[in-house]
Structure formats: C-alpha cells, structure tokens
C-alpha cells in the first residue's frame, strides 16, 4: 500500500499490516520507550507480593495485616493494570495521530489516557468477565452435549467403576466430536477477539466514549469484519512469530547454562531460573507490543473510515 493510497474501500489484510510495520519501524524508539514504561507498571505487583511473601515467610508473624495488605495489593494490582493499558493505549493513539496527519508527542497521548485509567481497567474488567462467561457456557453446554450421548447410549460415566466402552467407532467418533466442539469454542473465542479488537484504542482517541461506550464502539465498528480482523491478527501473530520462538530458545539457553553452573552448588537454581523466564518473557512483550498496537489502530482506522466516511486518507509521505 503506498502512502498517498485513497481509502475508497476496506484495506486489505496486507495493507493493513504492511502499515502497521511501518508505523512499527519509522516510529520504534518513541513506541519501545512507551511499551518499556508500560510494561514495567506490570512488574510492580509482582515484586511487591514477592516481598510480601518472603516477609511472612522469615517472620512467621503478623498474619492479621494480610486483612489490610491483600485488599492494599488489589488496589495496586489494579492500578498497575490501568496503567499497562494506558501507556499501551497511548501507542495506539500516537499510530493514529500519525494515520490522520495530527502527531502528538508522547507525553501528550499518555497524559490523555493517563487521565482514563480507571477507565481502561474497567473496560478490561468487563472484557475478562464476558470471556469468562463464554467459557463457562461452552464448558456447560459441551458437558451437555457428551451427557446426552451418554444417556442416548445407556451409558453411565460418572459411575464407579467406569464403563468399559470398547466400540472403535464409537470412540472415535467421540474423539472427533470432542475436537470438534473444541474447534467451534476457539473459533467463538477468536471471533469475540475480533469483534473487541479496538475498544482500547476507542478510549484512547474519542473523547466521548467511556469504558462500556468503548465495548459498544468495538461491536459496531467492526461488524461484518470480523473473520477480515481475525486474518490480520493471523498475519501479525506469524510475523511475531519467530521472535517468539527465538525469546524461547534463548529462554532454554539461558536457563539450561545457568543450571549447569549452578548444579555444583548449595543454592538452589529454581528461583534465578524463574527470574530469568520472567527477564526474557519482559524483553519479548516490549518488543512486540508496539507492533500490535501500531496494527490495532490501523484497524481502528480504516474500520473507521469506511463505516463512518470518515473521508482520511493517507498521507502523501511515508508514515
């Protein structure tokens, strides 16, 4: 996609990530110092409860503060999360004050959705929550479906001892009804991925929307582009890929020398080793964030554009 392409249609799936790349590339050191900042807020909870713990457990003492430090943690917790997701958001912000010819610098996009923070964790909030749902009602609805096999065959499963089935057919097409219901969950799951791709970035660019208004928005932009978004973030997973693959060999590297060195001695290596996953798992996540976020608001942007007339275009130099 050049630059100065007119939007007269929806993007398609490599336009959209070929500008997410470059928004990726051309703007990586103000979108890294964003991800790195962001994603250290994550850590924040983490230590801390490290400490809490190793506290109590050299003291052995003063349990009945826990009924002040775990609702304290939470809050924290909490607030760690809305700011994770604010600085994260304000990579989506700047990708799109890019699209639209109205850069801002960063500390301008995190002031903004530093001021939505709670905002953020609510939205989040309520994404988990209907995730959760969904799982529970396939959960249910799956155990149902196997129940009324059962019942149909006269065959008891929840007694003891277990029945013996032994029909090859009946197994496999057991096995391969299994598979399918479990196919048909993963596909229900990346379809709601899509149809809330960009309620963050909603947030984090319309004034007017609050938390439920960003769920809501995410809905109705991308109705009928659903399977379309799913390809995208397909594409981006597999670009991300083996980055992936090389933060785990690394990963492995690390650990099994570490190991090694560490096996002629009294310390016990499964501490450092964890630490160690936790180092390299920091390093990936700052690296691939702004990637999708640069492509999550291009997505907003075009899902944008061609809903509402939005009338952009992109600019007539490279993003």
């Not at 991300?240 to 096996?263: D, E, K, M, R």
Request: contains cysteine; positive net charge.
């Amino acid at each position: 996609m050049t630059a100065s392409s007119n939007l007269q249609g929806p993007l398609s799936v490599g336009n959209v990530v070929s500008a997410g790349l470059r928004l990726y590339s051309n703007h990586f050191k103000q979108y890294f110092g964003t991800a790195l900042l962001a994603t250290l807020w994550v850590i924040l909870p983490i230590v801390v409860m490290a400490f809490i713990v190793g506290f109590f457990a050299v003291a052995q003492n003063y349990y009945a503060l826990l009924g002040l430090i775990i609702p304290a943690w939470i809050v924290l917790l909490l607030y760690c999360i809305g700011k994770y997701m604010a600085g994260s958001a304000a990579i989506s912000r700047l990708a799109f004050g890019e699209l639209t010819s109205e850069p801002e610098t960063t500390r301008d996009a995190k002031r903004f959705t530093n001021s939505r923070l709670w905002s953020f964790v609510w939205m989040s909030l309520l994404l988990g929550l209907l995730y959760f749902s969904v799982v529970i009602a396939a959960y249910i609805g799956i155990a149902i479906v196997f129940v009324a096999i059962f019942a149909a065959l006269g065959v008891n499963p929840f007694s003891a001892p277990q029945p013996n089935v032994s029909d090859p057919g009946l197994l496999i097409g057991i096995g391969l009804l299994s598979i399918l219901l479990i196919l048909l969950v993963l596909g229900l799951l990346l379809w709601l991925a899509a149809r809330f791709a960009v309620p963050e970035v909603a947030l984090a660019v319309e004034t007017e929307v609050g938390a439920i208004e960003s769920l809501g928005r995410s809905w109705r932009l991308t109705q009928k582009n659903g399977w379309r978004i799913i390809l995208i973030l397909a594409v981006t997973f597999l670009i991300t890929l083996p980055l992936v693959i090389l933060i785990q060999l690394l990963t492995n590297l690390v650990q099994g020398g570490f190991a090694a060195v560490a096996s002629d001695q009294t310390v016990d290596p499964a501490p450092f080793l964890l630490l160690i996953s936790y180092a390299v798992s920091f390093l990936g996540n700052v690296f691939m964030l702004p990637l999708w976020q640069a492509i999550k608001a291009v997505i907003y942007y075009d899902l944008r554009s061609r809903r509402e007339g939005f009338g952009l275009q992109l600019r007539d130099r490279q993003i």
